[in-house]
């Protein structure tokens, strides 16, 4: 079982930028996917990006596309997603999520293994 835990939310203005962090420890983070998830209130989690095992890939849902960037620090067992050019609608708790089985990224919550326990990003002027 991996525990994560989930920093760096707070309040931005439109526009604005964050760095998320997911600080692993129970399992190393090469070994896992990683996924960034979001929910904003009355709305279902959506997949945000994912970044695999090694060699990673990574992967963006479309929205986000040239925005945000997923990366990896294994030296600290973290992974990290930089939002820029944040909007409104993107408010939501943010969460990352590991999944062991092959390491390969899924859009599917139902597909990963442990979560945590989220962080508040809330985009206002």
């Known amino acids: 079982q991996v525990q994560l835990v989930e920093s760096g939310g707070g309040l931005v203005q439109p526009g604005g930028s964050l760095r998320l962090s997911c600080a692993a420890s129970g399992s190393n983070v090469d070994d896992l996917a990683v996924g960034w998830f979001r929910q904003a209130p009355g709305k279902e989690r959506e997949g945000v990006a994912c970044i695999s095992r090694l060699p990673p890939d990574t992967y963006y849902t479309d929205s986000v596309k040239g925005r945000f960037t997923i990366s990896r620090d294994s030296a600290k067992n973290t992974v990290y997603l930089q939002m820029i050019g944040l909007t409104p609608e993107e408010t939501a708790s943010y969460y990352c999520?590991?999944?062991?089985?092959?390491?390969?990224?899924?859009?599917?919550?139902?597909?990963?293994?442990?979560w945590g326990q989220g962080t508040q990003v809330t985009v206002s002027a």
């Open positions: 999520a590991a999944k062991a089985g092959g390491g390969v990224c899924s859009r599917s919550v139902s597909d990963y293994d442990d």
